[in-house]
């Protein structure tokens, strides 16, 4: 059995290779999916979590990712707080035959989704990146969505804390990246022609109606049904997609506005199946407001390890 270490992950997964490859594998079905979730209550009221999250497309693929999350790792023991693995078998015999750094797939795939998003929605010319958020999957998402539009020249950084956006943007110069951390989010919202957020906020931090006509939204962060990165006037003036239907009842990005009637459930248009397999149209006119909702779902994470899987072995 194979164990594929980040950096092995990272090289392997490269973004024009993960793109194409998710792409592809939207061309077929969607694989069966289960997830479990353990807790164990702690004082502070912040439970040590185990979630494991199941994908079977059968003949073709079968995995499993396992996150382990203890909030007290930083201080009682300085070590990370998530850590995980993916392991792959045998869709023929159910033989474990891969192990694969869990974390460094998760930044990939999760980045990867929504380049495909953005490779189908955003502007062709888009020019302006604004980065929501400076945390650790932000210089993933900023990667693949220069990837996804080259014409990409910009790249904008906000963040609730200064410095963080400050050494981020730093980081980005250093590659040749002309990037800026900023203060005025409400400012940069108004210039930007692709809006990437990545972050927990319950509190929407996006203002639809500070946004220019064309721009894309690629909303990350907000995985559970109080969060929302994304306000009301942002999904009313939007096309809306997801890269599954069922990140709307897990995300209160869409699941808020829908039960509180802003919008009605055939506002969604549809998703990442429906779009590569040309069943609806993606941007349609320059001055679209398309919105993109990545859940990140465990057919996602599937669909990238078995294509690392493929490039590793050959098949």
Not at 83 to 94: I, M, R, S
Not at 216 to 243: I, Y
Not at 282 to 288: E, L, P
Not at 305 to 311: E, H, I, K, Q, T
Request: aromatic share 4%.
């Amino acid at each position: 059995m194979k164990f594929v270490d980040a950096a092995e992950v990272h090289r392997l997964l490269d973004w024009p290779y993960a793109i194409e490859a998710l792409r592809q594998a939207h061309l077929g079905g969607l694989p069966q999916t289960g997830r479990a979730v353990l807790e164990e209550p702690r004082a502070d009221g912040q439970p040590n979590v185990l979630i494991s999250v199941s994908a079977w497309q059968p003949g073709t693929a079968l995995g499993v990712k396992l996150v382990a999350s203890f909030p007290g790792n930083v201080a009682e023991h300085a070590l990370p707080t998530v850590n995980a693995l993916y392991v792959l078998f045998d869709p023929e015999t159910g033989v474990p035959h891969a192990v694969l750094d869990g974390e460094a797939l998760i930044f990939r795939k999760t980045a990867t989704d929504s380049a495909l998003g953005s490779a189908l929605l955003s502007r062709p010319d888009a020019r302006t990146l604004l980065m929501i958020g400076a945390g650790a999957i932000a210089p993933y998402l900023i990667g693949a969505h220069r990837t996804a539009r080259p014409s990409l020249d910009t790249v904008l950084i906000w963040n609730r804390t200064v410095p963080r956006a400050e050494k981020l943007a730093e980081q980005l110069r250093q590659e040749g990246v002309r990037s800026h951390a900023i203060a005025d989010l409400d400012e940069a919202l108004g210039v930007a022609d692709i809006v990437s957020a990545a972050t927990m906020t319950e509190t929407p931090l996006i203002k639809g109606a500070l946004l220019k006509p064309g721009t894309h939204v690629d909303l990350v962060g907000a995985f559970r049904p109080t969060m929302r990165e994304a306000d009301d006037d942002t999904v009313r003036r939007a096309r809306l997609f997801c890269d599954t239907t069922d990140c709307i009842t897990r995300s209160g990005e869409l699941r808020i506005p829908l039960h509180a009637g802003i919008i009605t459930r055939d506002k969604i248009e549809g998703d990442l199946f429906d779009l590569c397999g040309g069943k609806i149209p993606g941007r349609q006119s320059g001055t679209d407001i398309t919105l993109y909702k990545n859940g990140s779902g465990g057919h996602i994470d599937l669909f990238v390890a078995s294509s690392l899987d493929r490039r590793l072995t050959g098949r």
